[in-house]
């Protein structure tokens, strides 16, 4: 709906995010943090066609809104895991793009010092946990960490994002029934991009709902737009309460696609241009600046200037990676033991 | 005889064996609609159907498990199980290890297991610390399981089709980096017997044992060392448990020199196994002791440098062939 | 209810199981087959004690109707599975007292040849699968059991006996999932006997109901009174047809006890006498017998002797397992590979 | 000085850690209220109640990777797991080989991973093939990984001491058959370093390499040889990764000839490593080639007479000393 915003005292129509208490300020950042992640991977593919980038690379483009809504609703002192598909949530949790770019170059400016790659990116000063390669294996790590910070007297939450094909690890059960037997406050934040590599859910999943597989163990669970990040900021909102207060768990659906294939070797094939095109046209990256204009937030022109300095930090950060050195050979025997 | 890459020479034995017997099917993460991760099962699935070509969850303890138990039936069923890498397999061990290795002994022979766990193992390019772990080592540790690990085209064909006749459970461990490499494959039927080395170049100044990859890259160095009059053996043994001892054994009383390469780490290794083997049994005719090149002992760098200065290379086996020989 | 059977022509009382098609020899059967298990497992302890019966020894006394219940339910082609605790089930399964009493006593006439023990029984000419010692290792290897079946085209059934505990395990949730999505012919019975070793259900399991750990699968899901053999055998009866004739499998939870500790070596102090107690009044080997007395189908008379003729089979077995030959030294090179 | 079993001692050195540093904290399996399968954990769960000492459900995996995730918090959580028995950690592998020991290294070294994951390994007394694993071998190939192998009190005590405070992921290794063995231990403080052996017996004429059970064993073969006027030294590792590679090579140099005695699987072991390293690093002090003695390769069978054919006895090792001695 397009409307004007008006000067009248009678009570005037309100933004769907009134409630939320959200400054404007907020509301750019989670847009700018969108655009930034849509641009630095729009880049990291280019560079991986160059081969200034190795290994396997898996673009977060489609899901923006499921990390930056999420990681919005974050306090610094809270943590942050996730899988191989990583790149969305460091920028969101404010990782610069040089230390990302130059990770995925291999280069000891790297946030993992060129150790870890496109798949495992971290900053534990930030509380990011990384960046982990073993479907369903880092839950339980997200888990732990969240038994450590209730251990020590700590209210901060860990959020832990996964893929739906990787709840069917057994793992992430034993973690679902320990989470909640021992009330450990931890998100699970299933972003559900309807694939697993090629593997539609409905091929690997048995059952109707995907948060239904917490029902046994009585957590906290529901579904979300992921393509809506206002939807992803309210509903973390309320599961981090939860957490934080009452050391409860949750376990979120986030519905959500990703326009790429699975990593930059899947040519993607086992999905429709239909199907692809039906979630481009909810793209957060598209409809949430529209919003923010009819709110008058930001100007046509803001977001073109926006996309200017993003497409900018881009062209440094590829450069800086570029310039950076490779780690020193020496590194390699360094970091095994402390 | 057809050249072949090797993923289509182990693509064409498990076709074969399933034309043969209706009894084999092969289950894994994508490895029906989507012809595999590597390729390696292209068109099964359309050729097989629904029934026989497989794609699982991402569970690999579960339907590792589901193999052994069909095995377990004794009603003629012969499972393939891809494992997408080797890395992801240690989700399996459980169900490798303590199930299907012991299954045989603990029922006092009753039971039967004909399956077959493969996929690539071992260092691709760039994967970093989960996704580049050769566990073949691990594997061979453990009384019950038979592990094979293929070199070239013809090797994999013959192997495999053997290993998926085998009642026993058998670990075939390919590689990534591999599945490209072409070979010649004859178009009649062969079988390469469980255990039998194969001597990949005839020589005489020192013996290179290697398999999977490394066989590469140890031609590689026997073809330089050529160049500098050094005449070097290259033998693959092929299986690694239960090994040709033999073929290794004679090389050695032949060359009295020998180099071992291997990309798994070095601790507790099959190639300290073979070292170990030479050490004991072939002690008099040793002029030097065995030298033994392996990926370095940490996990896997993403750093392109870091990891071609970790994994085995063709110069530093000619270093180490030079000093077993005093060079 | 007591009453007395009468001769009139007016619809009379029926038995509580007149509906099954159970003959008499049938409902005999059970009865026995419980009453043989307890006395097979009484003079195990003993043998135990003496030192004749070597490694971990689970007694299954308590559970008997839960494994003769279902057991009696099955067809010889059908398959069965279960745990480390594992007399009961072989018994009932028709496996011998000999054969299993040779198997603790380490004998080479045992139903392993002495290789397995306790918790490794195996006939697999009875489709007796084992006897399996890893806590959630074997759901998978019944679910690959029923996959066979089907795959080849036969309609028998797999069935997987599990302790509560064991549905902890991750695996058992990756099985779940995939009996489900493949529809395979296989019916978990899971004897929750309350306590996985020293460790009380609600100590180790979030949620309510122990089957509900199937809900999110929507997989076919219940609870039995595991004491009831009548009971057992009706809730098999129907998943069995549900799994023989639409490949439907079954999470079924028998809800039943055992008396004794988790193992020979464990006092149980854990749990209290008023609970073994309460327990022990609904002892299918005590209340079973009163029925059939009261149906006319056995005297206490027919029961004093089958209890002597049972005891008289439990000392044979004794007497065969002592007199046998451990295993010649050569087997144990034998067997690890075909 | 104290006479303790190792299991009192390896229950001071953990009550005393957690008295010390509020940051530590066991859990697993029947830990806390049943004070431990073995009774190891006696009196923790009482002293420390249920925020220190916890009852895990049966999710080996689970609870490891809570522990390890608790460990990279980084915020003083020094778990230590209990593993009922290693044969059960195998469950547990993706989480301590994929995770654990690469945490520190994929992150370029921000992660540290204080953690030690403990309980009995190898086979304990007719408890057949899923129950009898010594699984050392296969953690000890795993960079990232220390390996810690207890053979006394006095050891199992200052060593696991070490190992909670250690900021590397630990594996400690102890055994069923050896919490009633008794000896003397120190009422004050102590902590035996990481990487440092022990010679259990000071001896000239061959050098009995062992650890944890086998130590006793090696101790009893060399009173046997005494008698018969040998004088073996018996040194034990007591961690196996990192060897104490110089404590070994010393003391061959000293006695020339040496026998290894391990009760896992004899393929690719920690004692093939150590033959290894001897042939290659002592070659030219070798009077004879290294001897092995493993339990039989095979899984463990059940029947009480097999399983002592299976394992290490004195007697084999008196054989395999005289074999050496060319006796
Ligand atoms: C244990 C394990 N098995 C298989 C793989 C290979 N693999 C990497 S990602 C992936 C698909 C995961 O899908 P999903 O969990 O839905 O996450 P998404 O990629 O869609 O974000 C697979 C099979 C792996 N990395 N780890
Ligand atoms: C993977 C694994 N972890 C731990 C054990 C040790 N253990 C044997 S039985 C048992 C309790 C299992 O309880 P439950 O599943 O309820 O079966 P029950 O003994 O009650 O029949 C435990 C912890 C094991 N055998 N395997
Ligand atoms: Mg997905
Ligand atoms: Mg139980």
Redesign the interface.
């Known amino acids: 709906m397009m409307m004007k915003k008006e000067k009248s005292h009678t009570n005037k129509p309100q933004p769907r995010w009134a409630d939320l208490g959200l400054t404007n300020e907020q509301l750019i950042k989670m847009y700018r943090d969108m655009l930034a992640i849509r641009r630095f991977e729009e880049r990291a593919a280019q560079e991986y066609g160059k081969g200034k980038i ?3 690379c898996h673009l977060y483009i489609g899901q923006e809104a499921t990390g930056v809504g999420a990681i919005a609703a974050l306090r610094d002192d809270d ?1 942050i ?1 996730t899988a191989y598909r990583d790149h969305g949530q460091a920028l969101a949790r404010g990782m610069s793009m040089k230390e990302c770019m130059a ?1 995925l170059f ?3 400016t ?8 496109s ?2 990116f ?3 000063s930030k509380g990011f ?21 209730k ?2 007297g ?1 209210d901060s939450v860990t959020v832990c994002f996964l893929g739906e ?2 709840t ?11 989470a ?2 021992w009330k450990l406050p931890v998100i699970f934040i299933c972003e559900n991009n309807g694939y ?4 539609a859910i409905s ?7 995907l948060y ?8 906290n669970r529901g579904a979300v737009n992921g393509m809506d990040v206002i939807e992803m900021y309210r509903e973390m909102k309320k599961a981090i309460h939860l957490a934080r207060t009452e050391f409860k768990p949750t376990f979120l659906e986030a519905r959500t696609y990703r326009y790429r294939g699975h990593s930059m070797s899947d040519p993607g094939q ?1 999905r429709t241009k239909e199907e692809i095109e039906e979630y481009k046209k909810r793209d957060p990256v598209e409809t949430f600046p529209k919003e923010l204009i009819q709110w008058g937030i930001l100007t046509e022109a803001d977001i073109e200037k926006m996309d200017e300095d993003i497409r900018a930090e881009v062209q440094e950060a590829v450069e800086f990676a570029d310039a950076s050195p ?2 020193p ?1 020496e ?8 | 005889m057809a050249i072949l890459q090797i993923r289509e020479a182990i693509n064409q034995a498990i076709a074969e064996e399933m034309e043969r017997d209706p009894g084999v099917f092969i289950m894994g993460e994508e490895v029906a609609q989507y012809n595999g991760a590597y390729k390696v099962t292209q068109g099964l699935w359309k050729r097989f159907g629904d029934k026989r070509v497989i794609d699982t969850p991402i569970t690999e303890a579960g339907f590792a498990g589901i193999g052994i138990g069909a095995a377990l039936a004794g009603i003629g069923v012969r499972p393939i199980v891809e494992m997408m890498t080797w890395n992801f397999a240690i989700l399996a061990f459980d169900q490798i290890i303590n199930h299907a290795a012991k299954a045989r002994y603990m029922s006092g022979g009753q039971f039967k297991v004909p399956i077959v766990f493969r996929g690539p193992n071992g260092p691709a390019h760039m994967l970093s610390a989960q996704h580049s772990q050769a566990l073949e080592s691990m594997m061979a540790h453990v009384p019950g399981l038979i592990v094979m690990t293929p070199s070239t085209p013809y090797d994999a064909k013959g192997m495999l089709k053997t290993a998926i006749r085998d009642d026993n459970p058998v670990i075939f461990m390919e590689s990534e980096l591999m599945y490209g490499i072409k070979g010649e494959v004859p178009e009649e039927e062969y079988l390469i017997p469980i255990g039998k080395g194969d001597i990949k170049r005839e020589g005489t100044d020192v013996t290179i044992i290697a398999w999977t990859k490394m066989v590469a890259v140890a031609l590689k160095a026997a073809a330089e060392l050529e160049k500098e009059g050094i005449n070097a053996e290259v033998i693959d043994p092929r299986t690694l448990r239960p090994l040709d001892e033999d073929m290794i054994i004679n090389s050695v009383k032949k060359t009295n020199r020998v180099v071992i390469v291997e990309d798994s780490w070095p601790f507790a290794s099959v190639g300290t196994e073979i070292a170990f083997r030479i050490h004991t049994k072939a002690f008099d005719y040793l002029d030097a002791p065995v030298e033994k090149i392996n990926s370095a002992d940490v996990p896997m760098p993403y750093a392109e440098n870091l990891e071609n200065e970790s994994i085995p290379s063709p110069g530093k086996v000619i270093a180490a062939v030079k000093k077993v020989l005093y060079r």
Chains 1, 3 share one sequence.
């Not at chain 1, 239904?212 to 957590?219: C, T």
């Open positions: 190795g290994g396997f943590f895991y990770e291999g280069k000891a790297g946030c993992s010092k060129g150790m870890g790659g798949m495992h971290y900053d534990i946990m990384g960046g982990w390669g073993i479907v369903g294996g880092h839950p339980p790590l997200a888990a732990g960490t969240a038994f450590a910070t251990y020590q700590r094909a990787a069917n690890q057994g793992v992430f059960h034993e973690t679902l029934n320990m909640e037997l697993g590599m090629g593997t091929r690997a999943m048995a059952g109707e709902n239904d597989k917490a029902a046994g163990y009585l957590m086992y490779q780690p050979l590194q390699l025997y360094e970091y095994v033991y402390v």
